[in-house]
């Protein structure tokens, strides 16, 4: 039943993209109701299948990819609220439901490993969950500055294809882009404060470099949300603190890990 829903769900995210698509090609209204309808399918089934997972399982499994899914289910419902808002965002989801229908596929073809929260405090979940969570929401956003920078890139260049001109507005993509960024840091926060009050080896010799990657990575990320807020700060900028700010969170989850584990042969716990 859960890849069932799984399955189903990617379908009608692709074919809500689809039928997007061809109504932004077609200058259509970027609002068309059947996309919003399959949209709105898709996240019942993605609900629901993320509540089997996460809700009606013991004891829960947290994998990159389950948390993934996850993202990608917030990510469309923000996009498809949009859908009765003036500003357009809907139309960010030429690009948020392809990806959520990936999200959906590798969570139902890829037997990705994970840790079980089994015999954990809740602060110690707490931790666990947001410090994954944030690697998903700040990644995410890493994949929308990159369409930013090949909007901002062919508009300076004058160079529209037809696949550009496809694309949301740079104005709707920094917005989905700053919201993204603006969760994955308070996720963030979230995971460096409980892991403070609650990990009691945080600083320990094989979790230092994860702790200081993850602390530089926040500031990053709280210098480019400050920067936004007073300064207006767009475009390039947001661009570039974001893909550095995500490339410091892969080398804090991934790198050290791969240095532990693969190098000098310990283990997380």
């Known amino acids: 039943m859960h890849d069932f829903l799984l399955l189903s769900a990617a379908a009608c995210y692709l074919l809500a993209a689809y039928l997007l698509y061809r109504g932004l090609l077609s200058n259509a209204d970027a609002r068309p109701l059947a996309p919003a309808m399959l949209s709105a399918a898709g996240v019942v089934l993605h609900g629901t299948a993320q509540a089997q997972h996460w809700l009606f399982t013991s004891p829960v499994e947290v994998s990159f990819l389950n948390v993934l899914s996850l993202c990608a289910l917030v990510i469309v419902l923000l996009v498809l609220f949009a859908a009765v808002n003036p500003n357009r965002l809907f139309a960010a989801g030429l690009i948020a439901l392809p990806l959520a229908a990936i999200m959906l596929l590798a969570e139902w073809g890829i037997d990705a490993p994970g840790n079980i929260l089994e015999d954990v405090t809740p602060a110690v979940g707490a931790h666990v969950v947001s410090s994954v969570m944030a690697f998903g929401f700040l990644a995410l956003a890493g994949v929308?500055?990159?369409f930013v920078a090949v909007i901002d890139h062919a508009l300076r260049r004058h160079a529209l294809s037809p696949l550009v001109r496809a694309l949301p507005a740079l104005d709707v993509l920094e917005s989905l882009l700053f919201t993204l960024v603006g969760l994955g840091f308070a996720l963030l926060t979230v995971s460096l404060l409980t892991g403070f009050l609650f990990v009691d080896n945080l600083f320990d010799q094989s979790l230092v470099h994860k702790t200081v990657l993850s602390i530089a990575a926040w500031l990053l990320f709280g210098a480019l949300?400050?920067?936004?807020?007073?300064?207006?700060w767009r475009g390039r900028t947001a661009v570039r603190l974001t893909i550095i700010g995500v490339l410091v969170l892969v080398l804090a989850y991934f790198g050290s890990k791969f240095i532990?584990?693969?190098v000098l042969g310990r283990s997380w716990g």
């Open 225 to 232: 949300l400050c920067g936004r807020l007073f300064w207006g």
């Open 144 to 146: 929308y500055a990159i």
């Open 260 to 262: 532990l584990e693969s």
